[in-house]
Antibody, heavy 119, light 107 residues
Framework: EVQLVESGGGLVHPGGSLTLSCAAS????????MNWVRQAPGKGLQWVST????????YYADSVKGRFSISTDNSRNTLYLQMNNLRAEDTAVYYC????????????WGQGTLVTVSS | DIQMTQSPSSVSASVGDSVTITCRAS??????LAWYQQKPGKGPKLLIY???SLESGVPSRFSGSGSGTDFTLTISSLQPEDFATYYC?????????FGQGTKVEIK
């Protein structure tokens, strides 16, 4: 059974940094593209970033480009999101999601971790 | 960037009703569209991929159709567990944009 468990969320001051982790089980992380999607309180879903299965191709939303970095540790079967220079508008629940069906959909999601950026 | 527009933003319906949600892309995306269901406090769940393929384990009362720029998700015979928010997402190019969501509420 595929499981994704996010951790690392919390309260951080504007301009601060945080690293989110997503521990994967039931499949080999390096075999599939992996994603981060966020949801601000009371709002809709926003795609944040994707890393290819090989880990050498990455994509970012314009709103986080240059501040966030997605990566994987295949030895730990874990996905990461390094977030720097955080802003109030980055406050959201962050979900990791596995791509499936030939990267045509996000077929497994975690339960999310809340990041709050506030002074 | 490709913009995804869902309508309606919310719909009230009764158990047993049929509901149709529309998703329109700002440019043609072929069949590269997915639909998700989200319940409060939970991560989204995949329902439909490549516009009309039903994800394993999803009840057959859910169906998707469309191609190009116009897509629909239909829930026939609504069940109590179907009251949730539904999102479409285009997966043809980055950024992988979502629609703004459609909340299906109990009438």
């Amino acid at each position: 059974e595929v499981q994704l468990v996010e951790s690392g969320g919390g309260l951080v001051h504007p301009g601060g940094s945080l690293t989110l982790s997503c521990a994967a089980s039931g499949f080999t992380l390096s075999t599939y593209p992996m994603n981060w999607v966020r949801q601000a309180p009371g709002k809709g879903l926003q795609w944040v970033s994707t890393v290819g299965g090989s880990g050498d191709v990455t994509y970012y939303a314009d709103s986080v480009k240059g501040r966030f970095s997605i990566s994987t540790d295949n030895s730990r079967n874990t996905l990461y999101l390094q977030m720097n220079n955080l802003r109030a508008e980055d406050t959201a629940v962050y979900y990791c999601a596995k791509a499936g069906h030939g990267d045509s959909a996000l077929d497994s999601w975690g339960q999310g971790t809340l990041v709050t950026v506030s002074s | 960037d490709i913009q995804m527009t869902q309508s309606p933003s919310s719909v009230s319906a009764s158990v047993g009703d049929s509901v149709t949600i529309t998703c329109r892309a700002s440019q043609a995306i072929g069949s590269w569209l997915a639909w998700y269901q989200q319940k409060p406090g939970k991560g989204p769940k995949l329902l439909i991929y490549v516009a009309s393929s039903l994800e394993s384990g999803v009840p057959s009362r859910f169906s998707g159709s469309g191609s190009g720029t116009d897509f629909t998700l239909t829930i026939s015979s609504l069940q109590p567990e179907d009251f949730a928010t539904y999102y479409c997402q285009q997966v043809t190019s980055f950024p992988r944009t979502f629609g703004q969501g459609t909340k299906v509420e109990i009438k």
